[in-house]
């Protein structure tokens, strides 16, 4: 059992209630939040619904990087929506442009020894400062900014020793792919990787915020990397040095499960279509034909990034046949690139340069051209994903993928014949003022004490508090119902799936989707559609029918990838009741609970195949069987093939009474009533 572990010291210096025991639940204190755009308009119509004044935490910041395309008014109306809030509530809102979330966060907030919670799976980057840095749905997001609490199942620590230095061309993309080639996208679940050994030296934190940041593709809760002289430096330049405070597990920490790796050893590696965990080294591939190269993300668009890539294109073409685009991941980053000559390097090198944004991370444009192969910085490569069902993305570091857009093939940097004699700089990030103009990005909201309003008195509604402003694609979010005493939580079976499904498969997520993040109506239509087309159909017509109720079955892993809430909330709206899999992605099963959506795991994996579509299942006396506090022994019942199965719920006493209310926000809004 873990020992002496730094994410055991932070959490229990943030532990409010519970142990910290693997498995157990507990509650931790959360100092800082965000959100971004496309996750935020739920959390922040959750957060309205809720009633409170300002923000409980230390610090809440509201970022627009997911979609900044204002395509049309529904976009730009969100923007609008997201900013009113964030003032009406003490947060930070930063405006579209300023950069991606996680890369800013890091830049401007990020600190040391903090708990952080965002509504984006890719929170754990902060972990690459030393923080407890956790992504989660964004009604768990809502709650902590409310009551600065977040209630957790207690992961284990998985302790990994990185050793030596990394070769040139082999960098922390490649340590992180190679942890992913070891672990798969299944082995971080229900743990926190904690990273120490002497190659942290040569690790910067930007370094070590890629490799916490894809720490999200295992599955992982969170990563955590010592705060040291490196962390020091990095505050320093950015003109934070007095965020700074050492912080490193005992030397005789004990870890749940331990691995070693030689960074020496490394070589520039790709993780192959279609799932992050699917690695070969590049060599191995061989040289593939290129057609577009994507630099960018919050995994891999770091100043010292972008200065490695304007070193590899300086003084040469793209390649005729490839496109190449670059994201930078903060106005703040462009600023200095352009002032340093490097922009203009890549640009003359024929380098499309587009918003400080996710932009084609999340499909918002630059979709592949059919059958094409993308090589991409970034840290997912679901099929799909990228706009172009066809396409076969590669996720690379910002080096491969230079290389190989010169080159017009995966190129392997390491390999003599490629060796373009480029020495990279010793780069140092940009220094704090080296771009004043950043902070015309961030607006600062009112404070509440100065404004003289007394927050907790008066709540959301307060006078003198800026209105809501909300456009007309702003629908209101879908609500569970309460399960009476003695009735049964039924639906028929209207979608078996296989293992891994993604939350990118549920509700795809791309520019024509994407702009309706807070229209979950108009989503619906879309939900699976990349699976099974037919599913909104046969759910909405199970959710009015006689059995009133529709249910998904699973395989294993079911629901990774992106903490979208719009994952529950939608298959909410179409119906659905219960899910049952073989096992749940963290983040996706809290939004079904949160949703009042029934996760449930086959007690005998071998069930899960036995349930047909069009099978009616029953949980009979659903009150009685959750509340009996025994969620081993549920059971339910195929009323088609007349069998019963076991299932688990794993579910926390209250989890159960959120399932009850229908849901989360039901529950509060009860306990509301009955004060
Ligand atoms: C992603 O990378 O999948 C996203 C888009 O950032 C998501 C959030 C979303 O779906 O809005 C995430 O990772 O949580
Ligand atoms: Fe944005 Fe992509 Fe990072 Fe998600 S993974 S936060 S879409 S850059």
Redesign the pocket.
């Known amino acids: 059992m873990s020992r002496g572990t730094l994410t055991y010291k932070i959490l229990q210096q943030h532990l409010v209630a519970g142990q910290l025991l693997p498995g157990e639940r507990a509650t931790v204190r959360i100092d800082q939040t965000l959100t971004?755009?496309?996750?935020g308009t739920m959390v922040y119509l959750q957060l309205e619904a809720m009633d409170v004044g300002a923000v409980q935490t230390e610090l809440s910041v509201a970022y627009i990087d997911?979609n900044t395309l204002q395509s049309g008014f529904e976009n730009a109306d969100d923007h609008a929506f997201i900013q009113s809030v964030a003032a009406r509530h003490n947060v930070v809102f930063s405006k579209p442009g300023g950069g991606i979330c996680h890369q800013l966060h890091l830049e401007n907030y990020g600190c040391p020894g903090k708990t952080l919670l965002g509504?984006?799976?890719?929170?754990p980057t902060g972990g690459g400062l030393g923080m407890i840095a956790i992504?989660a749905g964004g009604l768990d997001v809502a709650i902590a900014m409310a009551e600065g609490n977040y209630t957790l199942t207690v992961p284990q620590v998985v302790g990994i020793e990185l050793r030596g230095v990394l070769r040139s061309w082999v960098s922390a993309k490649d340590v992180i792919l190679e942890v992913l080639r070891q672990l798969s996208v299944k082995g971080g679940v229900g743990r926190i990787v904690e990273y120490y050994g002497d190659g942290l030296l040569g690790l910067s934190v930007t370094d070590r915020a890629t490799i916490a940041n894809m720490g999200?593709e295992l599955g992982a809760t969170t990563s955590v990397f010592p705060s040291d002289e490196n962390t020091r430096r990095f505050l320093e330049q950015q003109g934070r040095g007095g965020d700074w405070r050492p912080l490193a597990a005992d030397p005789d920490a004990l870890y749940d499960q331990s691995l070693s790796i030689d960074l020496a050893a490394l070589a520039p590696a790709a993780a192959c279509p279609h799932s992050p965990d699917n690695i070969r080294s590049v060599s191995d591939i061989g040289e593939i034909k290129v057609d577009q190269v994507a630099i960018g993300?919050?995994t891999n668009a770091s100043y010292s990034d972008l200065m490695k890539v304007a070193a590899i294109l300086a003084g040469r073409r793209v390649h005729p046949q490839v496109s190449l685009v670059i994201a930078p991941g903060s106005a703040s980053i462009l600023a200095v690139l352009a002032a340093n000559g490097a922009l203009a390097g890549m640009i003359k090198a024929g380098a499309r340069i587009i918003e400080c944004a996710?932009g084609p991370?999340?499909g918002m444009g630059q979709s592949p051209r059919s059958g094409a192969v993308s090589l991409r910085t970034f840290?997912?490569n679901f099929k799909g994903?990228s706009g172009t069902n066809d396409a076969d993305v590669y996720l690379v570091s910002p080096e491969t993928a230079a290389i190989s857009a010169i080159t017009g093939v995966l190129t392997d940097g390491l390999a003599s014949h490629h060796r373009l004699g480029i020495e990279l700089p010793n780069i140092a990030e940009p220094s704090a003022g080296s771009f004043q103009g950043a902070g015309a990005f961030t607006v600062a909201p009112p404070a509440l004490a100065a404004a003289g309003i007394d927050a907790a008195a008066a709540p959301g509604q307060a006078a003198g508090l800026p209105e809501v402003v909300m456009g007309p694609n702003i629908k209101p979010f879908p609500r569970g119902v309460a399960v009476p005493p003695g009735s049964a939580i039924s639906g028929s079976v209207v979608l078996v799936c296989g293992d891994n499904i993604t939350?990118?498969d549920i509700?795809p997520?791309d520019s024509r989707l994407?702009p309706f993040?807070s229209n979950i109506p108009h989503l619906a239509e879309y939900c699976f559609e990349k699976i099974d087309p037919g599913f909104p159909a046969r759910a909405a017509a199970a959710r009015d029918g006689e059995v009133a109720g529709g249910v998904i079955v699973g395989g294993d892993n079911y629901g990774q990838?992106?903490?979208?809430e719009?994952?529950a909330l939608v298959p909410l709206y179409l119906g659905i009741r219960m899910v049952l899999a073989k096992s749940f992605a963290r983040?996706h099963r809290a939004n079904l609970i949160n949703s009042g959506i029934l996760p449930l795991v086959f007690a005998e994996p071998r069930d899960a195949e036995a349930v047909r579509e069009g099978d009616i299942l029953m949980l009979d006396d659903a009150a009685a069987q959750l509340g009996g506090g025994d969620e081993a022994d549920l059971r339910l019942h195929n009323q088609t093939q007349g069998t019963e199965y076991r299932l688990c719920g794993q579910l926390s006493f209250e989890e159960r009474q959120m399932i009850l209310a229908g849901g989360r926000i039901n529950m509060i809004q009860q306990a509301a009533k009955s004060r």
């Open positions: 971004q755009d496309s996750t997911h509504s984006d799976s890719h929170t992504g999200a993300s919050c996710c991370c999340i840290n997912r994903r939350t990118d509700m997520s994407l993040r990838g992106s903490s979208r719009h994952a983040i």
